[in-house]
């Protein structure tokens, strides 16, 4: 038999790869698409069942409590204070960070509330059982008010902490009211924490990592209005307001910064879209993003956004452009949600978040820690919609 004599240009090198590293995580996702088990929160997409869930509840599992590799962010006030993470903060002491082992068990429970018997229903629930106790969480309180840790894990962790709190709050669970009941010291001081520095913030701060003003808003204003916490409600919505009410041309092409997860642009439309009125909002967001196509035509499929690809996966840093497919996958459909149904820029949202969300989930391989203890998180996020429905 004759030698067949493939040839392609170098340039394509790079979308072969892609396409390599996605097909797997793309054939989990739709292999099982007749066993969705729950509507109580439905995927983006369609391509999300229990089977694909097992992925991401791997990843939060293998992590939650897997002490090392370890970055704190701690305060030192003395040789007593020397200590390792599972003696300092020993409910949230795994998955490399504070934030993000608080955000995985988020992940654990939201995946227990949509497939209450999948495959891992019991490992999950034996995990959040030895990480969530009375005593664990005492600690945590205590450590958080401790001198100098004013600013520990603020905004980002602590509003991860209290998304964590709603949807146990959410969860008609035996086990579910226990642990919310054992986490109140804790949920109690953040909040304490953000009713005492929000007021006290006169700027935004907008950067697309963990300090992000306007993420953290939208998580703080989810869990207020699900616990009908009026003053924090409002405290909330009015600091978006302040900061943000007055903004127009967001310079979108000037991101994504290198080590961004969150979009700043998108960021603040997607907490605008929760305190201002459709009609508002369709106003507001017209001037704050009056590049995005109006319009059902080929301009709207046009690369306006482009999806990002991490140039290092095992870098801790670089990896964060993987994450920022997710969350701008989120924003978008969480901004389109928001307009009126004949609003010309839907089209472009819908398009564009469809786009972020194939990139965003075939980066969530858990290939390297350095993603994979964070991004499943991300993707269940997105893909269970939870900041559109509870």
């Known amino acids: 038999m004759a030698a067949v004599v493939f040839k ?32 109580e929160a ?26 090392y590799p370890n970055k704190i962010s701690h305060v030192l006030n ?4 020397v200590a390792p993470p599972r003696k300092l903060t020993p409910a949230f002491c795994g998955c490399y960070d504070w ?47 401790g001198e100098g840790r004013a600013s520990f894990e603020r905004p980002y962790g602590l509003a991860w902490l209290l998304q964590l709190c709603a949807e146990l709050r959410e969860w008609e669970n035996p086990q579910a009211r226990e642990m919310l009941a054992n986490l109140k010291p804790l949920e109690d001081a953040a909040v304490e924490r953000l009713r005492t520095w929000l007021p006290k913030l006169s700027h935004p701060v907008r950067i697309g990592e963990h300090d992000q003003t306007a993420f953290a808003l939208g998580l703080i204003l989810d869990y ?7 003053g924090l409600t409002k405290l909330a919505a009015d600091s978006a307001r302040k900061f943000f009410l007055g903004d127009t041309n967001c310079p979108l092409a000037y991101e994504p910064s290198g080590e961004d997860f969150l979009s700043p642009c998108l960021g603040e439309a997607d907490v605008m879209r929760r305190v201002l009125s459709q009609e508002e909002f369709a106003k507001w967001f ?10 059902h035509g080929e301009a709207a499929t046009a690369n306006w956004l482009p999806v990002t690809v991490s140039p290092d996966p095992s ?18 459909e969480g901004i389109a949600s928001a307009l009126p149904q004949d609003d010309l820029h839907r089209h472009a949202l819908t398009v564009a978040a469809d786009e972020h969300r194939r990139a ?25 919609r939870r900041g559109i429905q509870k």
């Open 99 to 145: 934030h993000s082992s608080v955000h995985g068990h988020w992940l654990l429970v939201r995946l227990l509330r949509t497939f209450p018997d999948a495959s891992f229903a019991k490992a999950a629930h034996d995990a959040l059982k030895e990480s969530l106790t009375a005593e664990n969480l005492k600690a945590e309180a205590a450590y958080l008010r």
């Open 360 to 384: 965003g989930l075939a980066a969530v391989t858990g290939a390297h820690y350095e993603g994979g203890h964070w991004l499943g998180s991300f993707a269940v996020y997105l893909t269970t």
């Open 315 to 332: 870098d801790p840093k670089l990896a964060h452009l993987d994450g920022l497919n997710l969350s701008c996958a989120w924003m978008l």
């Open 8 to 39: 392609f240009h170098r340039s394509l090198l790079p979308k072969l790869v892609c396409a390599l590293v996605a097909a797997p995580l793309l054939c989990v996702a739709a292999e099982g698409a007749a066993h969705q088990k729950s509507p």
């Open 42 to 67: 439905k995927p983006s997409g369609g391509a999300f069942d229990a089977h694909a869930a097992e992925h991401f509840a791997k990843l939060a599992l293998e992590c939650v409590r897997k002490e």
């Open 78 to 81: 003395s040789d007593a204070d």
């Open 224 to 230: 207020a209005r699900g616990k009908n916490d009026e």
């Open 286 to 295: 017209k001037d704050f993003l009056p590049q995005i196509p109006a319009t």
